[in-house]
């Protein structure tokens, strides 16, 4: 199931700063990976959001205290 159409991989690199690749290979992979280091703060990585449920918030021991 693929839950990013289009618009949403648009949004991801114009965020990020960077182009769409030409071919799927390892220097495209290398050029994103590296555009989205040194653009989304590694905290954000923190949220977790699906489509399910409502976002949480985790904490080195588990959900945030006070969820």
Same mark, same amino acid.
């Given at each position: 199931? &693929? !839950?990013? &159409? +289009? #618009?949403?991989?648009?949004?991801? !690199?114009?965020?990020? *700063?960077?182009?769409?690749?030409? %071919? $799927?290979?390892? +220097?495209?992979? %290398?050029?994103?990976? %590296?555009?989205?280091? /040194? /653009?989304? $703060?590694? +905290? ?6 699906? !489509?399910?449920?409502? $976002?949480?918030? /985790? /904490?080195?021991? *588990?959900?945030? $205290?006070? #969820?």
């Amino acid at each position: 199931m &693929n !839950l990013m &159409n +289009e #618009a949403h991989v648009d949004a991801y !690199l114009a965020r990020i *700063g960077a182009v769409r690749p030409d %071919r $799927p290979d390892v +220097e495209a992979l %290398r050029v994103l990976q %590296r555009a989205h280091l /040194t /653009t989304v $703060p590694f +905290e954000s990585g923190q949220f977790h959001i699906t !489509l399910d449920r409502a $976002p949480t918030v /985790t /904490t080195p021991h *588990g959900r945030h $205290p006070s #969820a």
